[in-house]
């Protein structure tokens, strides 16, 4: 759209995730497509600052979160490192908006995106070798069945049947066994 922003000659992308107030946030759950941010009927040379801005319009929140946080990607130069922005934090509502003209956010540092939603882990050994950091005997901390699942099935028996599953190897024909069982239905 054209504005009275301010970005640098180049791309953006946003991208968003939750959080509720105290707890973690999501994954990304949505990343847009790349804009331009250019002049609006040309392009715009690299050092070059461009008045434009962005409306976002958000409708279809999961409105069992708090906040919705919307991040901005934004590229001058196609091999250079992105400058990554938390524009803002909005409250959760049936629909909202909101316009970004270039000139409001945090900086983030981009590899930060990547470990959005990630889960705890414990690690029994560390290592680092020309500045990279290894992790060995990593432990997930995730637990896999929910309480109240597990206290409903504590005391009772949990039994498996594979009477229905009736399995059988492929022909081996020359080096690879390329026949399997998968266009078979599952039942």
Known sequence: MIASGSFGSGTIQYVFSYYTKYGAETNIFYSSPLYYASYNNRGADAESRVSNSFDINITGADTSFDYLRIYSIHRTSI????????????????????????????????????????????????????????????????????????QALSGGDITFSNEHKILSEPDPKGYYPYESQLSKSSE
Not at 99 to 108: A, C, P
Not at 117 to 125: K, L
Not at 128 to 147: A, E, M, P, V, Y
């Open 79 to 150: 091999d250079t490192t992105p400058t990554v922005l938390n524009v803002v934090d909005l409250a959760v509502t049936s629909t909202m908006y909101y316009t970004d003209s270039g000139v409001t956010g945090k900086t983030v540092d981009p590899t930060e995106l990547i470990y959005k939603g990630s889960e705890p882990i414990t690690v029994g050994t560390l290592a680092q070798k020309d500045n990279t950091l290894f992790l060995g005997d990593i432990k997930l901390l995730r637990r896999l069945i929910t309480s109240p699942v597990r």
